[in-house]
């Protein structure tokens, strides 16, 4: 078995969907998995637990809109991903103005943690 960072190479074909290529299983590894998920937490968040909170949110919508960004810049024609970057973006957008309304000091620090604003 090859271990790589994208990928992981089993020799098996029984998964309908993932790519096999030559007798060998080729399973893609989900960008965003659960210590990615605590390590943006811990980071802006209070702690690994506070996962409701508008500066983690924001922060997880940020890591997904970049995700998908480079996603749709490499499939110009994927418009379901588009248009579910779009909504991203709304709900990033709508928690930005609720923190704004709510405390402008955690809004300018969540601004300029995550570098939203040039």
Same mark, same amino acid.
């Given at each position: 078995?090859?271990?790589? @960072?994208?990928?992981?190479?089993i020799? #098996?074909?029984? +998964?309908?969907?993932? /790519?096999?290529?030559?007798?060998?299983? *080729?399973?893609?590894?989900? %960008?965003?998995?659960? =210590?990615?998920? !605590? !390590?943006?937490?811990?980071?802006? &968040?209070?702690? /690994?637990k506070? =996962? &409701?909170? @508008?500066?983690?949110?924001?922060?997880?919508?940020t %890591? +997904?809109?970049?995700?998908?960004? !480079?996603? /749709?810049?490499?499939?110009?024609?994927?418009? /379901? =991903?588009?248009?579910?970057?779009?909504?991203?973006? &709304?709900? +990033?957008? #709508?928690?930005?103005? %609720?923190?704004y309304?709510?405390?402008?000091? +955690? %809004?300018?620090?969540? *601004?300029? #943690?995550? &570098?939203?604003?040039?």
């Open positions: 078995m090859h271990l790589t @960072a994208l990928l992981v190479v020799k #098996a074909s029984w +998964r309908p969907k993932d /790519v096999i290529c030559n007798n060998t299983l *080729i399973i893609k590894i989900m %960008y965003l998995d659960k =210590t990615k998920k !605590e !390590e943006i937490f811990t980071q802006y &968040g209070k702690s /690994v506070d =996962t &409701g909170s @508008a500066e983690s949110q924001i922060a997880l919508f %890591y +997904r809109i970049a995700h998908l960004t !480079e996603h /749709v810049k490499q499939n110009h024609k994927d418009f /379901v =991903t588009t248009r579910s970057l779009t909504q991203l973006v &709304g709900k +990033r957008r #709508a928690l930005l103005d %609720y923190l309304r709510i405390d402008v000091n +955690r %809004y300018r620090a969540i *601004i300029k #943690a995550l &570098g939203l604003r040039k």
